[in-house]
């Protein structure tokens, strides 16, 4: 069997990651989602529930990590950030790892929101960056519940500038519509393809 081509898919906040990352499950791509594993990583009897409640023990809640108190910590105290990603980034490697090798597709969509941030573009063999306008990023961002000016800003904070990501991208999809996103997404799995066969 042949290696699968393993694209990465990323983007700022807002930017529409999650809808265009089901496009290219629509496609029959496999994709793997860092965010869902975090989340099943901070759920009850999950593996970062112990070692994350240690560093910031008023995030334990219920036997789980709730995610708007640990990020609330994160704000008041952004120097353990790194802390934080020592933790969980080799129990989110290990999952990713896990699944391109359970995998038998051709081309496997890996769903990292900081691919750049923690490096792990050296990890694919391309990457895909959604990218809109500043002004529909912070109208989607704002739109969440619980959010405000000063979470969405922390979140940028923490985030490379959507204008870097591009400059670093191997494909740019332009999220403003849903129709763009999705001939992109077409095209980009159509070019993988056709080098692959070449």
Do not use: C
């Amino acid at each position: 069997m042949t290696k699968s081509f393993l694209l990465g898919l990323t983007g700022s906040v807002g930017m529409g990651k999650t809808t265009t990352a089901n496009m290219f499950a629509d496609l029959g791509i496999p994709v793997w989602d860092a965010d869902k594993v975090v989340h099943a990583l901070y759920d009850v009897g999950g593996a970062a529930v112990e070692p994350v409640s240690a560093l910031a023990p008023e995030a334990l809640q219920d036997g789980k990590i709730d995610r708007k108190v640990l990020s609330d910590w994160l704000a008041e105290s952004p120097g353990r950030f790194a802390e934080l990603q020592a933790i969980v980034h080799p129990l989110v490697a290990a999952d990713r790892k896990n699944f391109i090798e359970q995998s038998e597709s051709p081309i496997i969509v890996l769903d990292i929101p900081l691919l750049f941030e923690t490096k792990a573009e050296d990890t694919v063999d391309a990457v895909a960056v959604v990218s809109t306008s500043v002004e529909t990023q912070r109208k989607r961002v704002m739109q969440r519940r619980g959010m405000n000016i000063e979470r969405f800003q922390t979140l940028l904070d923490r985030q490379m500038p959507d204008v870097e990501k591009r400059k670093r991208a191997t494909y740019v999809i332009d999220t403003s519509s849903l129709e763009s996103a999705r001939s992109a997404v077409e095209s980009i799995v159509e070019n993988i393809r056709n080098s692959r066969n070449a």
